[in-house]
């Protein structure tokens, strides 16, 4: 038994025995079975009673009663974000959206595996440098990924049944113009918030390619000249910008 629930037997047992021995104690409430009148003995039984079914029902449901399961944030995997963009190929709206975003991971991936495995030819995974720089692109994926995660959010909040009911009633003319314009801005924001972060993450991959373009050309690296290349500088500002928004 964990000590949680052991806590609370001992809790609802003591507090039971407490209630009892203040109602029936002669020198608290002195409630007594055979009491000097009827309804006096009659609230000493009754409490007998539901003071025996309550010690009876919680410390049954407390030793029997399933374990309450903590919710813990799920670590998301590459292969969980590409599943659960596939789940959404079906939403007509946004199907080449989300073939797009697919290509982006599978991009992403390929670059920081080539930006690392170059940057292996100039340093060792035990050099600071190499450990500072695998660090950063780290960072990069988890702001890639960060705009992939809020654009999941809104696939999953995107009712396209009801968006394209709204567009063919828009046309069909069957309610008031201003109405409906409103209706079509609220889906208007779900696409257009999609395209943005969409579009942010091809920026995110246009920085890595300038970086890659940058490193390629290296047989060494001076310390700190990592630090001062442009397109390290670049993504530095990305990093820092993404930390101001996400705080």
Do not use: C
Request: charged letters at 25%; zero cysteines.
């Amino acid at each position: 038994m964990d000590r949680k629930k052991l806590i609370k037997l001992s809790g609802l047992n003591l507090g039971i025995a407490a209630a009892n021995i203040v109602t029936f104690s002669p020198r608290l409430i002195g409630l007594g079975f055979f009491g000097a009148s009827a309804l006096e003995t009659a609230l000493g039984i009754t409490f007998i009673f539901l003071s025996g079914a309550g010690l009876i029902y919680g410390n049954y449901e407390l030793l029997t009663g399933p374990e309450k399961v903590v919710q813990i944030d799920k670590v998301w995997t590459v292969d969980d974000y590409i599943k659960a963009l596939n789940i959404h190929r079906g939403l007509k709206t946004f199907e080449k959206t989300v073939d797009l975003m697919l290509d982006q991971i599978e991009r992403l991936q390929k670059k920081n595996t080539t930006i690392r495995d170059i940057l292996l030819q100039i340093f060792s995974a035990s050099e600071m440098s190499y450990r500072k720089f695998d660090a950063v692109i780290a960072e990069v994926e988890e702001i890639f990924f960060m705009n992939i995660r809020s654009i999941l959010n809104k696939l999953d909040a995107f009712d396209e049944d009801d968006y394209n009911f709204v567009r063919k009633k828009y046309e069909e003319g069957a309610f008031s113009q201003q109405f409906m314009e409103e209706k079509l801005k609220i889906f208007n924001e779900y696409i257009n918030f999609v395209k943005a972060a969409t579009e942010d993450n091809e920026q995110i991959l246009l920085k890595l390619d300038k970086l890659l373009l940058e490193i390629s050309g290296l047989n060494s690296v001076e310390s700190g000249q990592l630090e001062q290349m442009p397109g390290m500088i670049e993504i530095d500002n990305l990093i820092k910008q993404a930390k101001y928004y996400k705080n």
